[in-house]
């Protein structure tokens, strides 16, 4: 391939179809497959699996799992076995989640950096084949190592998902690799790489030693029309959901009062349609790669012009397979 490109999958399609996708994803060149954990729906390391059987050669990464709900050394043991069953293939992502999920399976998300900072130390001690012994505010392992014999180090590198610039710059400071949020304009990707090099700079590393691939939500059809209504749809749901981020994306505050207005919380579907048709295509452009293949193109050239390394395309619609051929050819 000329360019570098990956695919990113929800739970909006099921198992063996997200399964299908990869197979083809990989036979067309894509780099990677990042499987998303949303929403309590579908365990992002149980298709991981899956799609490590049916396939040889592609990246497969989490995108991404939260550090609150798996112990850090089973988390390892985790990602340690799939990478007996992918070697070298394993993308170990991982997130603080987000407060409205969160409180409702009881988990109090308190000092989210700190917490993080520690699953990523104990995850890099146990990939590293070594034992770990750490006494910290949230993760306390005495003696522990994966198996009962010292494990060889694997090559599983750690990716931060990154919204607030604090979270950026400690990807910056301490990861491989920092995933950028879906539903951003280009402007997000260029102040995310300015904070992943303010955390870069304090542990003295490169700019270019951290992988910056970037979630972007792709709606593509030959009929321009159909397919920026079907990512409308999405846009009018983050309007209402995250009002700050959107504004902090360029959105108008006077779109963003009226979408509060007419949309209740939580959403039903009928509404949302109907809110949908105050939101101009300029919006919808602004945060995704929607429209003809060259119109999305065209959109993720601005990314990668803006800072991130990798597109990781967010396909809407149920032809996954035109969209991998749209970008399987490149973008350049």
């Known amino acids: 391939m000329p360019d570098r490109v990956a695919l990113f999958l929800q739970d909006s399609y099921p198992l063996r179809d997200a399964t299908q996708y990869v197979r083809y994803a990989e036979t067309r060149g894509f780099e990677a497959i990042w499987q998303a954990e949303p929403r309590l729906d579908r365990d992002a390391l149980v298709a991981l699996a899956a799609y490590a059987a049916n396939t040889n050669r592609i990246k497969l990464g989490s995108g991404v799992v939260n550090n609150w709900t798996r112990n850090a050394a089973t988390l390892a043991m985790s990602f340690i076995t799939l990478d007996d069953l992918a070697q070298d293939r394993i993308i170990c992502g991982v997130g603080t989640w987000v407060d409205e999920l969160a409180v409702r399976v009881g988990v109090r998300r308190d000092r989210p950096l700190l917490a993080l900072r520690e699953m990523i130390q104990v995850l890099r001690t146990l990939f590293d084949g070594q034992r770990a012994s750490f006494q910290g505010q949230f993760i306390r392992l ?35 690799g920092v995933l950028l949020n879906y539903l ?40 321009r029309t159909i397919a920026l209504d ?21 959105v108008r505050q006077e779109l963003l009062n009226e979408i509060m207005q007419v949309l209740p919380n939580p959403l039903d579907a009928r509404q949302v349609a109907e809110a949908a048709r105050l939101v101009p295509d300029d919006v919808v452009q602004l945060v995704t790669a929607a429209g003809t293949p060259e119109d999305c193109k065209a ?5 990668l012009a803006a800072g991130a390394t990798c597109p990781v395309l967010y396909p809407l619609g149920s032809d996954v397979n035109f969209m991998i051929d749209t970008f399987a050819t490149g973008y350049t």
């Open 142 to 176: 005495d003696n522990v190592s994966i198996g009962a014999r010292r494990i060889d180090p694997r090559v599983i590198p750690i990716y931060i998902a990154a919204t607030s610039p604090a979270m950026m710059a400690l990807g910056g400071e301490i990861a491989d």
């Open 230 to 250: 079907r990512a409308r749809q999405l846009v009018t749901q983050y309007l209402r959901q995250q009002p700050q981020t959107m504004k902090a994306n360029g």
């Open 184 to 223: 951003t304009s280009p402007a997000y990707a260029a102040n995310a790489l300015h904070q992943i090099e303010i955390g870069a700079r304090k542990a003295g590393r490169p700019i270019d030693s951290i992988e910056r691939p970037q979630l972007i939500v792709c709606s593509v059809d030959q009929d």
């Open 299 to 303: 959109k993720v050239r601005e990314y």
